[in-house]
């Protein structure tokens, strides 16, 4: 998985964004960084992996999925080999997903989409109110648990051309489409479903779907300190959130040590 701003000025992401018309040298710019993305999705398909583009600030989000699609329909003319990254904690989300899906069945290519409920919530309501337009956040942690797994069983009700990620700490989320596969009478390892969580937290729910059978991955952030370690900081938050999670997760932890022998 990568970050589109890993390869691209956000400047130029958020003026694409706006449908503001570029200079002659930012649309050489945005040429390269376009350049640069569809290489990294062309060593994942000459390789034979995955690779997933992550979404990030709803205001330089629209270039982002403009990229994406591009990259979708030319890359998963066979398979899934590139995933877009939708945060279902944003309104629109679900409607996107429906109109990707669309999109994708029309052009005879298959779509990959992370869904996860998302990352920036305090700066998204905070722009919002200082630039005095609506926030694009779902209301409550209800409305984006409601939509995160809508988003899931869409996916599942439509694996004839779609491959799902489905991002998440959450026991709940996981039992669910756990449920939905059983329901749908798929197998565990189905290729076109993945459970991911980030490396080292919510390890107890890795092990156990992994021991299950069920396809699981584990991310490991990667890139500056001064990006990484706010993001991580975010996820630890977003981790600590759920009642009890952390204690939780640290007896576990624990009991996992004792059963092995550990001290």
């Known amino acids: 998985m990568f970050k589109v701003t890993g390869v691209a ?47 990030e600030e709803s205001w330089i989000q629209l270039a982002i999925d403009q990229l994406a699609e591009e990259m979708i329909a030319l890359f998963n003319t066979e398979k899934v080999v590139v995933y877009n990254t939708l945060q279902m904690y944003r309104i629109d989300r679900l409607d996107f997903l429906k109109e990707a899906r669309q999109k994708a069945s029309e052009g005879g290519y298959y779509l990959g989409v992370k869904l996860v409920r998302g990352a920036y919530m305090e700066k998204e309501r905070e722009r919002a109110k200082e630039k005095g337009y609506e926030s694009p956040i779902q209301p409550d942690k209800e409305a984006s648990d409601r939509d995160y797994d809508a988003g899931v069983q869409f996916v599942v009700e439509h694996l004839d051309h779609m491959s799902l990620v489905a991002g998440s700490h959450n026991e709940n989320s996981a039992q669910k489409l756990v449920d939905l596969m059983q329901e749908h009478g798929l197998e565990s390892n189905d290729p076109r479903l993945w459970f991911s969580q980030l490396y080292g937290m919510s390890d107890n729910l890795s092990f156990n779907l992994a021991h299950e059978g069920y396809n699981v991955v584990k991310y490991l952030p990667f890139g500056p300190i001064i990006e990484t370690l706010p993001y991580l900081i975010r996820r630890a938050e977003e981790n600590t959130s759920a009642a009890g999670q952390t204690g939780r997760e640290l007896a576990l932890i624990k009991k996992e040590l004792e059963r092995r022998g550990i001290e």
């Open 9 to 55: 000025r956000f400047a130029l992401l958020e003026k694409i964004s706006a449908s503001l018309p570029l200079t002659e040298a930012e649309e050489a710019e945005w040429q390269r960084a376009k350049a640069r993305v569809q290489q990294i999705c062309q060593h994942a398909y000459d390789h034979k992996l995955s690779i997933m583009i992550d979404a």
